[in-house]
C-alpha cells in the first residue's frame, strides 16, 4: 500500500469521501510536480556545470554562489521572451506541440517509486504505462516539426518519427529482460525484487536499455533532431518565448525521467544501506544523468542512416538475444544461485558485444542520383 | 501504390551554425539525400581589391589581415613578398626568420580552429574545439606580445617587420614547442581512434587526385588527394629552402584525410619551429624602405603557402604609390569549386562535414 | 623552385600549332588574341612537356584602352609556369571564351571577373554575378567605376 493510499484511508476516516478521494491527489501531484521541476532546474544547472568542467571552462558561475541561480535567470529570460509564431505555421498544432511533448514527461513520473511506498500510483503495468506515455512525445515532437512550416524542423520531424520508433523496439525488448526475472510489471515489484540490481544480473540488457533511451531522449552522440551543425535546432527551431522553453523543460525532464527509470530497472531503484531511500535514488539518478551528459560531451553525432542501422543490426539482434538468454537461465537455472548467474550473463555480454563490433558495421553511404 | 515525392530546395545560410561565417548553400534535398549543391558568396564582400588601388602599398597591409583572418600573419607575409618582389627589396635575415616563425605560429592556430570545427561539425558538441582554443590561445598571447593584438595583426612590413621580438618571447615560445607536440599526439589519439569520427569520416566527401588538380585545390584539400604539392617545397618562398620537413600526404582524398593532413601538419610545422629558433640571428628587422614606396612599372604573381592553401598575390605596378591591380587568389573560393562534386549523393550530415574539412574562412572568399 | 618559362620560346610554339593567334611575347608572359584563347589554352594543357594542368589565377586588369585576362599556369607534373594573357578592346560587351571545361578551377574566378570587371565568359555553365547581387548597376574594379 502506497503513502497516498494510507493517506486517503485516515482521511476517509474523518472527511467526506469525495474530498478524501481528491485531497490526497492534489497534495501528490503538487509534491511530484514540485519535485520533478526543481530537479529539472537543478540538472539543467548540473549538466551546464559540468559540461564546463568536460570543456576546461567554469561554465555559470555569477549569478549567486557558484552560480547556482543562473537557471532562474535563464528560465526568466526564456519566459520574457517574444513569442514568435511563424506567418505559415498551422497555428494551432504549433501551439499544441510543446504541452505534447511536455505534459507525457510528467506522466511518467507518476510510477515512479522515491521510495518505499513513495509512489503515486502503484500501476500493476507500471512498466508498460511508462513505455506507453514516453513514446507519446514522439508525436509532439512530429507535431512541432510539421507545424513550423520550416525546412529544418520538417526534417527533424521525419527523423524523429524513424528514430523514436526505430529505437522503442531494442528497449521494450530488454525491459522484458527485467519483467521476465520479475514476474511482475509493477515498479514497486521490479524495486523490491533486485536484491541484486538488475545492471550486474543483466548487464547486456542494461547496455541496450540505456543506449536505447539515450536515443529517445535525443542526447548525444544520438541527438540528430536537434544536431545544431546540420538542421540548426531541429524541430524547435522556430519556438521561442514560452514554447521553447517548455521543449527545454521537456528535453530535460526527460531525461530526468528516463534517468529515473534506469536507476529503478536496472540500479536497484531507491534500495540501497545506510543513508534513506530518497537520497539512494537520486544519487542513481544523478549518477545516470552525469554518464549521460559525459557521452554528451566526448561524443560526436552519428549519421542518420547509421543511426538506424545501429538500431536495427545492432540493438534489436541483441535484444532479442538477451531476451532468450534471460529467459532461459528464468527456466532452468536455481533461483538460490544468482551469482552464477551474474558471472554466465557477463561473459555473454561480453562475448556478444564483442563479436557484434567485429562483424557489424555502420555502412551506408552514398546513394546515386 | 508507390508514394509520390518530390526533391526541395533548402537555403542552408546565411545564418546557420555550421557555415563558419555568412555562407549561403542552396542545396537541393531529396529527403536526406543532396541532389545538388550550389554555393552563394558575397555576403562580406567589402570590395577590398577595389580599396586597395586607392591606398599605399603600406597602407594595404590591414587589408590583407581582413581577408582570413584565422591566418592574418600568412596573408601579411603573402602581402610583403609579393610587394618585395616586384620592387627588389632584401629583407634582413632576422626579419626573414621572425617571418617564418610567425607564418609557421600561424598555420598551427589556423588548423587547430580547422581541426577543432570539423569535429564540431561532426556533432562533438564544442569539447574539440575548447581543446583547440586553448592551445591557440597560447599562440595568441604570443602574438599578442610581439604587436600587441589577438587576430588582425599588421606586423609584417615591405621590407621586414615591424617589431622587434620582447625579451620574454623566445622562451614563451620555447615553452610552447616544448609542449605541442605531446599534445597533437593527445587530441589525435583520442580523435582519430574514435569509432563514430572514423564511420562519419571516412570514405566520405572523396575528392580524386585529376579532379583536385583540375579545379586547383591547394593546401591541405590537394595534398590529402594524394597529390605532393606544398608551395614552401615546389617553389620556396623567404628561406624555406633551409628547413627540414615533410609534406603530409592522404590517399583516400576523403574527410578523414583531410583532418589527418592538418593534424601532421601542425606536427611539421612545430618542426620547423624548432629548428628556426636556434638559428635567429641577430640584427635589423627592417630594411629602409622609403615611406611612400614607388615600385617600378610591372606585375607579379607572389604565391605562398598559406594554411589553407595557394594564397596568391597578383600586383600591378604603374609606378605610383598605390597598386594599379591588387588581386587575391582565395585559396578557400577556389577549393569550394569541388563541393557540389564531394557531397553529390551523400546525406546533409555528410554535406556540413564536407564543408567543415574544406576549412573555409568567408573574409577570405567575399574578400 | 618553380620555373617561370620564356614566354617567348613557348610563343614559338604556340605559332607552329595555331598561327596567328599570339599578339606579343616577351619573357613574362604569352598575349594571344582573344579569338584563339581556348585553343591555345587546349594546347597548353594537353601538350607533353607543357602540361599546364593546374590554372593557379585567373583576372582580368583594366587598362582603360583595353582589358587584360590573365591567366597564371602551372604545370605540377614538370613544376613550370607560365603567365598566359588576353586583351579584349571592346569596352560595351568584352568576350573572352570561357576556360572552364579545360579547367574547373576557372568556374568562380570567370564569374567574378564577370561580376567585377563585366567581361563576358562565351561558353560558361553557369554566368551569374558570384560576389555582388543579381542587378547590381555596374562592374566596381573598372576604372572608370567611381
Same mark, same amino acid.
Given at each position: 500500500?502506497?503513502?497516498?493510499?494510507?493517506? !486517503?484511508?485516515?482521511?476517509?476516516?474523518?472527511?467526506?469521501?469525495?474530498?478524501?478521494?481528491?485531497?490526497?491527489?492534489?497534495?501528490?501531484?503538487?509534491?511530484?510536480?514540485?519535485?520533478?521541476?526543481?530537479?529539472?532546474?537543478?540538472?539543467?544547472?548540473?549538466?551546464?556545470?559540468?559540461?564546463?568542467?568536460? !570543456?576546461?571552462?567554469?561554465?555559470?558561475?555569477?549569478?549567486?554562489?557558484?552560480?547556482?541561480?543562473?537557471?532562474?535567470?535563464?528560465?526568466?529570460?526564456?519566459? @520574457?521572451?517574444?513569442?514568435?509564431?511563424?506567418?505559415?505555421?498551422?497555428?494551432?498544432?504549433?501551439?499544441?506541440?510543446?504541452?505534447?511533448?511536455?505534459?507525457?514527461?510528467?506522466?511518467?513520473?507518476?510510477?515512479?517509486?522515491?521510495?518505499?511506498?513513495?509512489?503515486?500510483?502503484?500501476?500493476?503495468?507500471?512498466?508498460?504505462?511508462?513505455?506507453?506515455?514516453?513514446?507519446?512525445? *514522439?508525436?509532439?515532437? #512530429?507535431?512541432?516539426?510539421?507545424?513550423?512550416?520550416?525546412?529544418?524542423?520538417?526534417? *527533424? *520531424?521525419?527523423?524523429?518519427?524513424?528514430?523514436?520508433?526505430? #529505437?522503442?523496439?531494442?528497449?521494450?525488448?530488454?525491459?522484458?529482460?527485467?519483467?521476465?526475472?520479475?514476474?511482475? @510489471?509493477?515498479?514497486?515489484?521490479?524495486?523490491?525484487? !533486485?536484491?541484486?540490481?538488475?545492471?550486474?544480473?543483466?548487464?547486456?540488457?542494461?547496455?541496450?536499455?540505456? @543506449?536505447?533511451?539515450?536515443?529517445?531522449?535525443?542526447?548525444?552522440?544520438?541527438?540528430?533532431?536537434?544536431?545544431?551543425?546540420?538542421?540548426?535546432?531541429? #524541430?524547435?527551431?522556430? #519556438?521561442?518565448?514560452?514554447?521553447?522553453?517548455?521543449?527545454?523543460?521537456?528535453?530535460?525532464?526527460? *531525461?530526468?525521467?528516463?534517468?529515473?527509470?534506469?536507476?529503478?530497472?536496472?540500479?536497484?531503484?531507491?534500495?540501497?544501506?545506510? @543513508?534513506?531511500?530518497?537520497?539512494?535514488?537520486?544519487?542513481?539518478?544523478?549518477?545516470?544523468?552525469?554518464?549521460?551528459?559525459?557521452?554528451?560531451?566526448?561524443?560526436?553525432?552519428?549519421?542518420?542512416? !547509421?543511426?538506424?542501422?545501429?538500431?536495427?543490426?545492432?540493438?534489436?539482434?541483441?535484444?532479442?538475444?538477451?531476451?532468450?538468454?534471460?529467459?532461459?537461465?528464468?527456466?532452468?537455472?536455481?533461483?538460490?544461485?544468482?551469482?552464477?548467474?551474474?558471472?554466465?550473463?557477463?561473459?555473454?555480454?561480453?562475448?556478444?558485444?564483442?563479436?557484434?563490433?567485429?562483424?557489424?558495421?555502420?555502412?551506408?553511404?552514398?546513394?546515386?542520383? | 501504390?508507390?508514394?509520390?515525392?518530390?526533391?526541395?530546395?533548402?537555403?542552408?545560410?546565411? &545564418?546557420?551554425?555550421?557555415?563558419?561565417?555568412?555562407?549561403?548553400?542552396?542545396?537541393?534535398?531529396?529527403?536526406?539525400?543532396?541532389?545538388? $549543391?550550389?554555393?552563394?558568396?558575397?555576403?562580406?564582400?567589402?570590395?577590398?581589391?577595389?580599396?586597395?588601388?586607392?591606398?599605399?602599398?603600406? &597602407?594595404?597591409?590591414?587589408?590583407?589581415?581582413?581577408?582570413?583572418?584565422?591566418?592574418?600573419?600568412?596573408?601579411?607575409?603573402?602581402?610583403?613578398?609579393?610587394? +618585395?618582389?616586384?620592387?627588389?627589396?632584401?629583407?634582413?635575415?632576422?626579419?626573414?626568420?621572425?617571418?617564418?616563425?610567425?607564418?609557421?605560429?600561424?598555420?598551427?592556430?589556423?588548423?587547430?580552429?580547422?581541426?577543432?570545427?570539423?569535429?564540431?561539425?561532426?556533432?562533438?558538441?564544442?569539447?574539440?574545439?575548447?581543446?583547440?582554443?586553448?592551445?591557440?590561445?597560447?599562440?595568441?598571447?604570443?602574438?599578442?606580445?610581439?604587436?600587441?593584438?589577438?587576430?588582425?595583426?599588421?606586423?609584417?612590413?615591405?621590407?621586414?617587420?615591424?617589431?622587434?621580438?620582447?625579451?620574454?618571447?623566445?622562451?614563451?615560445?620555447?615553452?610552447?614547442?616544448?609542449?605541442?607536440?605531446?599534445?597533437?599526439?593527445?587530441?589525435?589519439?583520442?580523435?582519430?581512434?574514435? +569509432?563514430?569520427?572514423?564511420?562519419?569520416?571516412?570514405?566520405?566527401?572523396?575528392?580524386?587526385?585529376?579532379?583536385?588538380?583540375?579545379?586547383?585545390?591547394?593546401?591541405?584539400?590537394?595534398?590529402?588527394?594524394?597529390?605532393?604539392?606544398?608551395?614552401?617545397?615546389?617553389?620556396?618562398?623567404?628561406?624555406?629552402?633551409?628547413?627540414?620537413?615533410?609534406?603530409?600526404?592522404?590517399?583516400?582524398?576523403?574527410?578523414?584525410?583531410?583532418?589527418?593532413?592538418?593534424?601532421?601538419?601542425?606536427? &611539421?610545422?612545430?618542426?620547423?619551429?624548432?629548428?628556426?629558433?636556434?638559428?635567429?640571428?641577430?640584427? +635589423?628587422?627592417?630594411? /629602409?624602405?622609403?615611406?611612400?614606396?614607388?615600385?617600378?612599372?610591372?606585375?607579379?604573381?607572389?604565391?605562398? +603557402?598559406?594554411?589553407?592553401?595557394?594564397?596568391?598575390?597578383?600586383?600591378?605596378?604603374?609606378?605610383?604609390?598605390?597598386?594599379?591591380?591588387?588581386?587575391?587568389?582565395?585559396?578557400?573560393?577556389?577549393?569550394?569549386?569541388?563541393?557540389?562534386?564531394?557531397?553529390?549523393?551523400? /546525406?546533409?550530415?555528410?554535406?556540413?562535414?564536407?564543408?567543415?574539412?574544406?576549412? $573555409?574562412?568567408?573574409?577570405?572568399?567575399?574578400? | 623552385?618553380?620555373?617561370?618559362?620564356?614566354?617567348?620560346?613557348?610563343?614559338?610554339?604556340?605559332?607552329?600549332?595555331?598561327?596567328?593567334?599570339?599578339?606579343?611575347?616577351?619573357?613574362?608572359?604569352?598575349?594571344?588574341?582573344?579569338?584563339?584563347?581556348?585553343?591555345?589554352?587546349?594546347?597548353?594543357?594537353?601538350?607533353?612537356?607543357?602540361?599546364?594542368?593546374?590554372?593557379?589565377?585567373?583576372?582580368?586588369?583594366?587598362?582603360?584602352?583595353?582589358?587584360?585576362?590573365?591567366?597564371?599556369?602551372?604545370?605540377?607534373?614538370?613544376?613550370?609556369?607560365?603567365?598566359?594573357?588576353?586583351?579584349?578592346?571592346?569596352?560595351?560587351?568584352?568576350?573572352?571564351?570561357?576556360?572552364?571545361?579545360?579547367?574547373?578551377?576557372?568556374?568562380?574566378?570567370?564569374?567574378?571577373?564577370?561580376?567585377?570587371?563585366?567581361?563576358?565568359?562565351?561558353?560558361?555553365?553557369?554566368?551569374?554575378?558570384?560576389?555582388?547581387?543579381?542587378?547590381?548597376?555596374?562592374?566596381?574594379?573598372?576604372?572608370?567605376?567611381?
Amino acid at each position: 500500500m502506497t503513502l497516498l493510499e494510507q493517506f !486517503q484511508l485516515w482521511l476517509g476516516s474523518i472527511w467526506p469521501e469525495w474530498a478524501a478521494y481528491i485531497t490526497p491527489a492534489i497534495i501528490g501531484v503538487v509534491v511530484v510536480l514540485g519535485f520533478v521541476l526543481t530537479t529539472v532546474i537543478i540538472f539543467i544547472y548540473l549538466e551546464r556545470r559540468l559540461l564546463g568542467r568536460f !570543456q576546461i571552462r567554469t561554465g555559470p558561475n555569477r549569478l549567486g554562489p557558484e552560480g547556482i541561480f543562473q537557471p532562474i535567470a535563464t528560465a526568466l529570460k526564456v519566459l @520574457l521572451k517574444e513569442d514568435i509564431v511563424p506567418a505559415k505555421a498551422d497555428k494551432a498544432v504549433h501551439w499544441l506541440a510543446p504541452v505534447i511533448v511536455f505534459a507525457p514527461i510528467l506522466l511518467i513520473f507518476a510510477v515512479v517509486p522515491f521510495g518505499k511506498g513513495a509512489i503515486f500510483t502503484d500501476l500493476n503495468v507500471g512498466i508498460v504505462y511508462v513505455v506507453a506515455i514516453s513514446s507519446l512525445s *514522439a508525436v509532439g515532437i #512530429y507535431m512541432a516539426g510539421w507545424a513550423s512550416s520550416n525546412k529544418y524542423a520538417l526534417i *527533424a *520531424a521525419l527523423r524523429a518519427v524513424a528514430q523514436m520508433v526505430s #529505437y522503442e523496439l531494442p528497449v521494450i525488448l530488454s525491459i522484458l529482460g527485467v519483467v521476465l526475472m520479475v514476474g511482475s @510489471l509493477s515498479m514497486n515489484q521490479i524495486v523490491e525484487s !533486485q536484491s541484486i540490481p538488475f545492471i550486474l544480473l543483466q548487464p547486456l540488457g542494461f547496455v541496450i536499455f540505456f @543506449l536505447g533511451t539515450v536515443a529517445e531522449m535525443n542526447r548525444c552522440p544520438f541527438d540528430l533532431l536537434e544536431a545544431d551543425s546540420e538542421i540548426v535546432a531541429g #524541430y524547435h527551431t522556430e #519556438y521561442s518565448g514560452m514554447k521553447f522553453a517548455l521543449f527545454y523543460l521537456g528535453e530535460y525532464g526527460h *531525461a530526468v525521467a528516463y534517468s529515473a527509470i534506469i536507476a529503478t530497472l536496472f540500479l536497484g531503484g531507491w534500495q540501497g544501506p545506510l @543513508l534513506p531511500p530518497i537520497i539512494w535514488f537520486l544519487i542513481k539518478i544523478v549518477a545516470v544523468f552525469c554518464f549521460i551528459v559525459w557521452m554528451r560531451a566526448t561524443l560526436p553525432r552519428l549519421r542518420v542512416d !547509421q543511426l538506424m542501422a545501429f538500431a536495427w543490426k545492432c540493438l534489436l539482434p541483441l535484444a532479442v538475444i538477451n531476451l532468450f538468454i534471460i529467459a532461459a537461465e528464468v527456466l532452468w537455472l536455481p533461483e538460490s544461485m544468482p551469482w552464477i548467474m551474474v558471472v554466465l550473463n557477463f561473459a555473454f555480454a561480453g562475448v556478444l558485444i564483442l563479436l557484434w563490433s567485429k562483424l557489424f558495421t555502420l555502412g551506408g553511404g552514398r546513394v546515386e542520383v | 501504390m508507390a508514394i509520390r515525392t518530390e526533391p526541395f530546395i533548402l537555403n542552408m545560410g546565411p &545564418q546557420h551554425p555550421s557555415t563558419h561565417g555568412v555562407f549561403r548553400m542552396r542545396v537541393t534535398l531529396d529527403g536526406e539525400v543532396v541532389l545538388d $549543391v550550389e554555393p552563394v558568396v558575397g555576403y562580406l564582400h567589402r570590395g577590398i581589391e577595389k580599396l586597395a588601388e586607392g591606398r599605399t602599398y603600406t &597602407q594595404n597591409i590591414p587589408f590583407t589581415d581582413r581577408l582570413d583572418y584565422l591566418a592574418s600573419m600568412t596573408n601579411n607575409l603573402a602581402y610583403v613578398l609579393a610587394v +618585395e618582389k616586384l620592387a627588389g627589396i632584401e629583407v634582413p635575415e632576422r626579419a626573414e626568420h621572425l617571418r617564418i616563425i610567425m607564418a609557421e605560429m600561424m598555420r598551427i592556430a589556423s588548423h587547430l580552429m580547422a581541426v577543432g570545427f570539423f569535429l564540431n561539425d561532426l556533432g562533438a558538441m564544442m569539447t574539440p574545439v575548447l581543446y583547440m582554443w586553448r592551445e591557440r590561445e597560447k599562440l595568441l598571447d604570443l602574438f599578442e606580445m610581439v604587436c600587441g593584438q589577438r587576430l588582425t595583426y599588421n606586423y609584417m612590413r615591405v621590407g621586414g617587420v615591424s617589431h622587434d621580438i620582447p625579451e620574454e618571447f623566445l622562451p614563451a615560445l620555447r615553452r610552447f614547442v616544448a609542449e605541442m607536440p605531446g599534445l597533437i599526439d593527445e587530441y589525435d589519439q583520442f580523435l582519430a581512434q574514435n +569509432e563514430i569520427v572514423l564511420a562519419r569520416s571516412k570514405g566520405v566527401g572523396v575528392l580524386p587526385e585529376d579532379l583536385a588538380i583540375n579545379i586547383a585545390a591547394s593546401g591541405p584539400v590537394l595534398r590529402a588527394s594524394g597529390v605532393q604539392w606544398d608551395i614552401r617545397r615546389g617553389d620556396p618562398y623567404s628561406i624555406y629552402d633551409r628547413f627540414d620537413f615533410d609534406i603530409p600526404v592522404g590517399s583516400a582524398g576523403d574527410c578523414y584525410d583531410r583532418y589527418w593532413v592538418r593534424v601532421q601538419e601542425m606536427r &611539421q610545422s612545430v618542426r620547423i619551429l624548432e629548428q628556426a629558433i636556434p638559428q635567429l640571428p641577430q640584427g +635589423e628587422v627592417c630594411a /629602409k624602405v622609403p615611406q611612400l614606396l614607388r615600385p617600378p612599372v610591372g606585375e607579379v604573381y607572389g604565391r605562398i +603557402e598559406a594554411p589553407k592553401g595557394e594564397l596568391g598575390f597578383y600586383l600591378v605596378s604603374d609606378n605610383s604609390i598605390a597598386p594599379y591591380r591588387f588581386r587575391i587568389r582565395p585559396p578557400t573560393l577556389i577549393n569550394l569549386t569541388a563541393l557540389r562534386d564531394m557531397v553529390i549523393g551523400w /546525406k546533409v550530415a555528410d554535406l556540413i562535414i564536407t564543408f567543415g574539412s574544406i576549412d $573555409v574562412c568567408l573574409g577570405e572568399i567575399d574578400r | 623552385m618553380t620555373i617561370a618559362l620564356n614566354g617567348e620560346e613557348v610563343a614559338k610554339k604556340i605559332t607552329e600549332v595555331v598561327p596567328g593567334s599570339v599578339a606579343a611575347a616577351d619573357k613574362m608572359a604569352v598575349v594571344v588574341g582573344s579569338k584563339s584563347l581556348y585553343q591555345v589554352a587546349e594546347f597548353l594543357k594537353s601538350t607533353s612537356g607543357l602540361d599546364f594542368d593546374y590554372l593557379n589565377d585567373l583576372t582580368a586588369v583594366d587598362y582603360l584602352d583595353y582589358f587584360e585576362v590573365v591567366y597564371h599556369l602551372t604545370s605540377l607534373k614538370h613544376n613550370h609556369s607560365l603567365v598566359l594573357k588576353t586583351r579584349c578592346y571592346e569596352r560595351e560587351k568584352p568576350i573572352v571564351s570561357s576556360v572552364v571545361s579545360l579547367w574547373r578551377a576557372a568556374d568562380f574566378q570567370e564569374r567574378e571577373v564577370y561580376d567585377l570587371m563585366g567581361i563576358t565568359f562565351e561558353g560558361h555553365p553557369n554566368l551569374k554575378r558570384l560576389l555582388l547581387w543579381e542587378g547590381f548597376a555596374g562592374h566596381p574594379l573598372r576604372r572608370d567605376y567611381l
